[in-house]
């Protein structure tokens, strides 16, 4: 079979762009509009998508092409909702999908209606030309992943479990490249780090302003974070994170940046051979965060009025646990860092889940790799945020996030995805659908194709 790459790469461009068109921002997110206008286009195809409402307007699209079921299904899972914006700071309206210079610009132009853009397009792709699949594709476009998929896949797979009984998921947030030495390496995402809201809590004595004082909770609380500014919690690889370094290392010529790499998972070593590495800082700030818990200061509240001294002050953390560790163990570390002059409250913990790696899936997205990118290598991967993957931990599954995108100068996808100007290039999207749809032929069993 002959593809036109650039038609079908241009068709998936469109798509994106009026997907972003739809302002999908959570809160609300309001996703069945956009839910609505794709299942229309899709059933102008001759298929049957479902609109799934979980509450009011929060909706989530399936679709399932069939295979003749000799092997377990392909999940292709995206979301549809997207985060807040600033659109002071944009040079292009967030939600117009505008083309420029050969980018897409818009909210969720990285994360996720990229994701859903490419996988609807491999989708229509196997439908059109009447492939012969081994598999069931299954669609999922789901609701709320940005508030933690409360309407979306955490409902989905309470309510509607037979989505996912598949043996492979495609999802969002790995698939980037990342240079090491000039060598492209394609994240898969086999594992992500989980969330904890962990609160520091700072005591003082109240009183009136005109007669300050030394017991001042905003001063203790400015004194226990200045003090965790320079501090970092202890270093403790995962698996995911250790096939990571492996993997990164075998890629590389040069044996010292090699070294360096494998470095990374000793504790005695890592900062040291973090600072040698030859990559941007973006990428040396992620290497850090993926061997460790993190716990970053986001939210400050104290004070009633101007004129009062609080008798409180609170610290807000974002926690970001490694897979393997329990709420316990991950308060005590941040414990450690803080110290006993403040108060510990703990609200939501969710631990870090970790995928095998060692896999046909795994294998079929190398090679892919290798065909439409030579000099690039696919590496395991573990993300230092979360995905809706955590909600499919218990199946009999392996989720890996993989949209895939070459390395391009200056574009740090965790800087774009929930930044100013996110946008992608109409060469990755065009990029991502050639890979997936490699992809699906291989665990389809399909022959090759030009």
Known sequence: MNIDWEKEGAEAVGRLQEMIRFATVNPPGDEKE????LAGTLRQEGLEPEVIVSEGARANLALTVKGDGSER?????????????????????????ELRDGFIYGRGAIDSKLTGAVQLQVLLMCHRLGL?????????????????????????????????????????????????DDKPLYTVQVGEKGGAELDLVA?????????????????????????????KMPHQPPASVRAFFEAAAAAQDRPQVAADLRAMLDGGKQQEALARLPV???????????????????????????????????????????????????????????????????????????????????????DSVKRFDPTGT?????????????????????????????????????????????????????????????????????????
């Open 34 to 37: 956009l839910v609505e206008w």
């Open 73 to 97: 299904p392909l999940l292709l899972l995206s979301h549809l909702d997207v985060v807040p914006v600033e659109t002071e700071w944009w040079t292009s309206p967030p939600f117009a999908g």
């Open 132 to 180: 012969s699949l081994k598999r069931d594709l299954v669609l999922v476009a789901a609701a709320d992943e940005e508030r933690g998929g409360v309407y979306g896949v955490e409902w989905l797979a309470r309510e509607r479990p037979e989505l996912f009984d598949a043996e492979y998921g495609l999802n969002e947030a790995g698939g980037f490249a990342l240079m090491v």
């Open 203 to 231: 005591s003082g004595q109240p009183g009136h302003s005109s007669v300050p004082h030394e017991d001042n909770a905003v001063f203790h609380l400015a004194q226990v974070l200045a003090g965790m500014a320079n501090a």
């Open 280 to 366: 941007n800082e973006p990428t040396r700030l992620m290497f850090d965060a993926m061997v460790r818990n993190t716990c970053a200061p986001t939210v400050l509240e104290a004070g009633l009025k101007r004129n009062v001294i609080p008798s409180q002050a609170v610290a807000q953390l974002s926690g970001r646990p490694l897979p393997g560790v329990d709420a316990e163990t991950f308060v005590e570390q941040v414990r450690a860092l803080a110290g006993a002059s403040v108060d510990y409250r703990l609200g939501k913990f969710r631990a870090g889940v970790e995928y095998d790696h060692q896999t046909t899936f795994f294998a079929a997205i190398a």
């Open 378 to 450: 696919a590496v395991p991967y573990m993300q230092t945020g979360g995905t809706d993957a955590r909600f499919l931990a218990d199946r009999d599954i392996a989720v890996y996030g993989f949209v895939p995108m070459r390395y391009e100068e200056g574009l740090d996808f965790f800087d774009l995805c929930h930044g100013h100007d996110e946008r992608v290039s109409v060469e990755n999207v065009a990029f991502g659908v050639q890979l997936i749809f490699d992809i699906a032929c291989k665990l389809n069993g399909v022959g090759d194709y030009v």
